[in-house]
């Protein structure tokens, strides 16, 4: 049995969000009433979570990160310091525009470095990596490696986050880590199984 979330004092948990088992929110952070946080996450200080944000089980998220309302995190996320997620694209003051936000959806696996921000109505695919400092402005392969701004594939990453040889070989390639294989197919990456 999995021991029960441990809430920082100094943080703000609603009775109306969901915190899974096992999961740590720290100092000063805020989740919002309807927010829901899955089974052995970890919040750092600073961290807020809106109503209708989402977060799978095992999310890593270090400090001071806001996941706004649309953004969902899946399971095994990690979303590095001063990460930022938006949820309007046309922002103004003087406009109220709750009803023109965008879902984000970062995919299971995938990891979104300190200062990289993620423009709303966009998917990282399933183990993709965003550098420190990316401009996410479009869609992110499964397992690619982007960086910049705007944030452009520069290579392909393991599922372990370790960088595949560049230019991948035709035939494929093995992590030099944990030695899966992959192999490019369809303008995409694949795990060879």
């Not at 049995?1 to 943080?11: S, W």
């Not at 998220?61 to 095994?76: K, P, T």
Request: a neutral charge; hydrophobic letters at 40%; proline letters at 6%.
């Amino acid at each position: 049995m999995k021991p029960p979330a441990v809430i920082h004092p100094t943080a703000i948990v609603h009775a109306e969000a969901q915190v899974g088992a096992g999961s740590k929110v720290w100092h000063w952070s805020h989740v919002r009433e309807g927010a829901t946080i899955g089974e052995d996450c970890v919040l750092g200080q600073n961290v807020y979570v809106a109503s209708t944000a989402v977060l799978g089980d095992g999310v890593r998220v270090q400090n001071n990160v806001s996941i706004f309302d649309g953004v969902i995190l899946e399971d095994h996320v990690f979303c590095g310091p001063s990460a930022v997620f938006t949820n309007v694209k046309n922002p103004r003051a003087e406009i109220r525009r709750r009803d023109a936000f965008q879902t984000t959806r970062v995919c299971r696996g995938a990891t979104i470095g300190a200062n990289a921000t993620v423009i709303c109505g966009n998917t990282v695919g399933t183990y993709a990596f965003v550098g420190a400092g990316a401009v996410v402005t479009d869609d992110v392969a499964p397992f690619a490696l982007v960086l910049g701004a705007p944030a452009r594939r520069v290579g392909w990453v393991c599922r372990c986050g370790v960088p595949l040889p560049r230019p991948l070989p035709e035939e494929g390639a093995s992590c030099p880590e944990c030695a899966r294989a992959y192999r490019l197919r369809d303008g995409g990456l694949e795990e060879v199984r």
